[in-house]
């Protein structure tokens, strides 16, 4: 019996830990992650800020995300267990049970939920939300083709999160959060898009829904170019509504330099540089993005 190549982007062994941590991609946690600590940073010039507060908020976006990722990989194991691309994930693979994904993700979520409590009552009353928002996307693309704007969203929480954490309420100006929440949702969005090229086949047969499927690569990819301007607009408008300085316009300008880059490597019908290189490079983008936040805030 052949056995099918282990996805990529992961990590070798088969220990629990191992297998845990390739059941969620637990790496790409970086990629995300200094969106929420942008939303502690631009809190951070009218409220103060302990280590113990960006300690929870690391807890409580790495356990959300966990959420997120196990529960889609529990609605979807049959449908990956039928993809040639996915069929070595963890659950089609029998190296996690149902009932060992359903541990994870289950002490994930009450971890979260305790790192709200720990941090503001705003946070303890919002996160029921968040997770059912976080969960719900993994059924999105049986009945809409606006998907990708769904996951988007779900991870525009972090920002919102990270500001909700260190204040305790809503920003000012009202917008801000807002923009930042729309510059993240049309930015995964974008890039969702380009991941979902990859199953245009797969999704067809299988009756699932996405701008892909909907468009066709080449207005698929037109849409995506589109929510990355976006993206880029509303990262500025982000910067003056914050009154952050140049070093943060630096990261921006950076992180777009990388987005259009990225664009030309794809073609409607030549995906052979969509790779794991690829996805990678994009998570780099929200990385220049903070690190521009946090130079402009020591300095």
Not at 12 to 20: K, P, Q, T
Not at 105 to 117: D, E, H, K, Q
Not at 151 to 168: E, K, N, R, T
Request: aromatic fraction near 14%; glycine fraction near 10%; hydrophobic fraction near 55%.
């Amino acid at each position: 019996m052949t056995v099918a190549p282990r996805e990529g982007q992961t990590f070798a062994g088969e220990s629990l830990f191992v297998r845990y941590v390739n059941f969620v991609k637990l790496p790409h946690t970086l990629f995300a992650l200094p969106f929420a600590l942008l939303g502690v940073i631009v809190a951070s010039y009218s409220h103060p800020v302990t280590w113990q507060t960006v300690g929870l908020v690391v807890i409580a976006f790495t356990t959300a995300r966990f959420v997120a990722m196990g529960f889609n990989r529990i609605a979807d194991r049959v449908l990956d267990a039928k993809n040639p691309r996915t069929k070595s994930r963890e659950l089609p693979a029998g190296r996690l049970s149902l009932t060992q994904a359903w541990g994870g993700v289950l002490t994930a979520g009450a971890v979260f939920v305790g790192a709200a409590w720990a941090l503001n009552p705003l946070c303890l009353a919002l996160s029921p939300f968040a997770l059912a928002w976080i969960a719900g996307y993994s059924y999105t693309k049986r009945f809409t083709h606006w998907s990708h704007l769904w996951l988007g969203f779900s991870l525009a929480i972090a920002p919102a999160g990270g500001y909700l954490a260190v204040a305790g309420a809503w920003s000012k100006p009202w917008w801000l959060l807002l923009v930042i929440a729309a510059a993240v949702t049309c930015w995964v969005a974008g890039f969702d898009i380009f991941y979902a090229l990859q199953d245009e086949a797969f999704d067809r047969a299988e009756r699932l829904k996405s701008f892909v499927v909907r468009l066709g690569q080449g207005r698929a990819i037109f849409v995506a170019k589109l929510l990355h301007g976006l993206s880029v607009a509303a990262l500025l408008l982000f910067g003056w509504g914050a009154a952050l300085g140049w070093p943060y316009y630096l990261g921006v300008g950076i992180g777009a330099g990388l987005i259009a880059w990225e664009h030309q490597l794809v073609k409607p019908g030549d995906l052979s540089r969509l790779d794991a290189a690829f996805f990678t490079a994009n998570g780099i983008v929200s990385i220049v993005v903070f690190l521009g936040a946090m130079v402009d805030r020591v300095i």
